[in-house]
Structures are given as structure tokens and as C-alpha cells.
């Protein structure tokens, strides 16, 4: 079989299951583990998909560029954003992490709530400048311009002398194996440093990031709330988190009540 056909059945295993098992996909194929992770290796080149130990999972739409991802499944992220900001009350303190879902929050805070918001995204303390009873706080820090965000070690610092009730953290990925991930180093970093700071954290993540991975971890199950998501609860991988004690809430209509408990 030549490479392009090894590489075209990889692909279709990946949109059919999920996820590829080297040792499997060798087995398959009859051909060694050695030739598919060289396949791999190439594939994840392209963008196509996220090696990890053992194989291969889909790859994030989320890693485009901040422009771009505005355009990616938007009814879904208003829906995520919709629910999440259900869950600021008046008076309350919220760290808001950057990117498009993120934003989209901010814009569906009610302009009369009066809460502080603290976030280490420009974009987000912008958007909340008509909101005249909302205190701000921005943290300052190199800024990642892919997500329009500060990060690095002067934000991680400022992050140590704040404390809030609620935390929202966009990810580019969520799967029961790789965990929660995202596409930046220091971007992962600054996320741990501010989910650290508040009493409650949950990841906004729109149903293209559910099943997908990036090269880094942001948290571990145990230090997260909640799922904020609008995939449908009949949703395999959905299924398989909840297998970590995470509690999942429904935005949109897949729950009578928006919720699911763990």
C-alpha cells in the first residue's frame, strides 16, 4: 500500500472512531508500528491530527487564529456563553480567561449586573466598557495573540493577588484521555494560574472542541467544576468524561434544565 493510501486509511479510522491505536492500525495493515508513526508524524505536520502516546486523536479547530475561530460554529459558543453567564450573580467576582467563547460571555452579561470581572484578555475588558456596573480588573502580561490574551510570567504573577468565585476557561480541546488541552505553553500556564485563584472553574467548550486534543494539558479533571458544552448528552466522549466525576452542563436544549449532574 503506498503512503498516501496508508495515510487516507488513517484518516478515515480517526473520523470513524475517534482515535488511532498505532499497534492496531499496524496490525491492520499488516505493516510495523514504526511505518505508521512515521505516517503519524506527518499527518500531525499537515494539522490533520494530534499525536499522543500510543496514536493519534483529532486535532482542535480551535488552534486558527483568533480572527478566524469568531467564525467557527458561533450559535454553538453563544449557547456555551448563554449558560455561563447564567451562573454570575450579582455581586459576585469572575475571572474571565480569553477567546472567542470567552468574549461571547462578556457580551451576554447583563448591562445592569453588578459583579467584578477580572480577565487577562483585552478584547473582553473592551466589551465590558459599556457595562457601567461592572468593576474591572486586567491583568497584565505579554500578550498571545492568538487568543488575545496577556500571559507569561509578569500575568501569571499579577494572577497570585487576586481571588474570585467563579472562573471561565476556554480550552481548544477536551477528551476523556488527553484531558482538557490547548495549543500554547505559556497560555496553558496562565489558564492553571487562574483557575487557582478562584472557588469554582468551568471550561467553556463549544461541541467542535469536544473529542479533540492539543499538545498541552491545562488542568486535571479533579481541579475543574464543570463542562460548560452544548454536545448532545448522547455524545460518546461526553459520556466517557463524566466517567472522571466531571459534572457536564447543557447549554442550549439537549437538557429539559440545562444540566446534568455528575
Keep these: 500500500m503506498l503512503a498516501a493510501q496508508r495515510r487516507a486509511h488513517l484518516l478515515k479510522i480517526l473520523a470513524e472512531t475517534g482515535k488511532i491505536v498505532a499497534t492496531d492500525a499496524a496490525d491492520d495493515l499488516g505493516i510495523s508500528v514504526d511505518s505508521i508513526r512515521r505516517d503519524l508524524r506527518d499527518l500531525a505536520a499537515e494539522g490533520l491530527c494530534q499525536r499522543v502516546y500510543g496514536g493519534a486523536l483529532p486535532t482542535s479547530p480551535a488552534i486558527v487564529d483568533y ?21 454570575v450573580r450579582p455581586g459576585g467576582v469572575l475571572i474571565l480567561d480569553g477567546g ?12 445592569e449586573l453588578e459583579c467584578t470581572v477580572i480577565t487577562n484578555s483585552p478584547t473582553i475588558a473592551s466589551a465590558l466598557l459599556q457595562h457601567p456596573r461592572a468593576e474591572l480588573f486586567m491583568l497584565g502580561g505579554r500578550i498571545f495573540k492568538h487568543s488575545a490574551v496577556t500571559c507569561g510570567a509578569a500575568a501569571v504573577e499579577a494572577a497570585q493577588y487576586v481571588s474570585a468565585d467563579l472562573c471561565f476557561i476556554g480550552v481548544t480541546g477536551v477528551h476523556p484521555e488527553a484531558g482538557l488541552t490547548t495549543g500554547d505553553a505559556e497560555d496553558a500556564a496562565m489558564k492553571r494560574a487562574l483557575a487557582a485563584r478562584a472557588a469554582e472553574t468551568y471550561i467553556l467548550a463549544s461541541s467542535e472542541k469536544i473529542g479533540t486534543a492539543s499538545p498541552y494539558r491545562v488542568l486535571p479533571w479533579g481541579q475543574v467544576s464543570g463542562v460548560i458544552t452544548d454536545a448532545s448528552p448522547a455524545s460518546a466522549v461526553i459520556k466517557e468524561v463524566t466517567t472522571h466525576g466531571v459534572e457536564i452542563l447543557y447549554a442550549g436544549l439537549n437538557s429539559p434544565d440545562g444540566r446534568a449532574l455528575k
Design 67 to 87: 480572527a478566524a475561530r469568531q467564525s467557527v460554529e458561533p450559535e454553538g459558543k453563544r449557547a456555551v456563553a448563554a449558560k455561563a453567564a447564567s451562573l
Design 100 to 111: 472567542t467563547t470567552a468574549l461571547a460571555v462578556a457580551q451576554l452579561l447583563p448591562k
